[in-house]
């Protein structure tokens, strides 16, 4: 069964720091996602991506944060000059045209 | 704007009864997806079940099924005959473009 991946599993990096989490979405999906989920709480939407732009985001996705399709199956979330609260889970999802969203395993970030 | 809230921070179960979860949200929209996962402690986001707001019948997904209440904007999930391996978070979200999740549920199933 096809399934999303991300890489790394476990990143940690140092305050001010960029860092670049990586996902691949299930290949015939056409809307992509970001969330995040900082430890004990709830998820919280980012990014949606489509059609290689921005289709939508969260007052969570400041300047700090951008997205790229860099070829035909990655998608990557980078944080510029990371803080101690970007430390989180980081969920990447696809999905078909707007429907049930598949789910990665998730990064866990720790920004120290 | 639209908001989903799950009022029961913790629950817990007998392994084998029944366990209702209650979610509900706010829209002004008339078309849109509602969403149970599961978050077990491994925090993979698992989906247990999905309901269209189009559709009257709620759905049902082998011991899981949804109470959907459109006009009262409620999404409750009901699961029957508990299993250990329902210990988890369960979150509801409602979908846009994005899923707005609600607070989640913690769920223990007793042994």
């Known amino acids: 069964e096809p399934e999303v991946t991300q890489t790394p599993s476990h990143q940690v990096t140092q305050m001010g720091q960029e860092v670049i989490l990586r996902c691949v979405p299930i290949s015939n999906h056409l809307y992509f996602y970001w969330y995040r989920q900082i430890l004990g709480q709830k998820v919280e939407f980012l990014v949606s991506f489509y059609n290689n732009e921005i289709s939508e985001k969260s007052e969570i996705f400041d300047d700090q944060f951008s997205v790229e399709r860099p070829d035909g199956s990655n998608f990557t979330l980078k944080i510029r000059s990371t803080k101690l609260e970007d430390s989180a889970m980081y969920f990447c999802?696809?999905?078909?045209?707007?429907?049930?969203?598949?789910f990665g395993p998730g990064t866990r970030l720790t920004v120290t | 704007a639209q908001t989903v809230t799950q009022s029961q921070p913790e629950m817990s179960v007998q392994e084998a009864e029944t366990v209702t979860l209650s979610c509900t949200y706010d829209?002004?929209?008339?078309?849109?997806?509602l969403f149970w996962y599961k978050q077990p402690p491994s925090r993979q986001m698992i989906l247990v079940i999905r309901?269209?707001?189009?559709?009257?019948q709620n759905a049902t997904e082998n011991r899981f099924s949804v109470n959907f209440q459109k006009a009262a904007k409620s999404f409750s999930l009901k699961i029957s005959d508990s299993q250990l391996g329902d210990t988890a978070m369960y979150f509801c979200a409602f979908m846009t473009l994005g899923n707005i999740f609600g607070t989640g549920t913690r769920l223990k199933v007793l042994a």
């Open positions: 999802a696809s999905s078909e045209p707007p429907g049930e969203q598949y």
């Open positions: 309901q269209e707001a189009y559709k009257q």
């Open positions: 829209t002004s929209e008339s078309n849109y997806y």
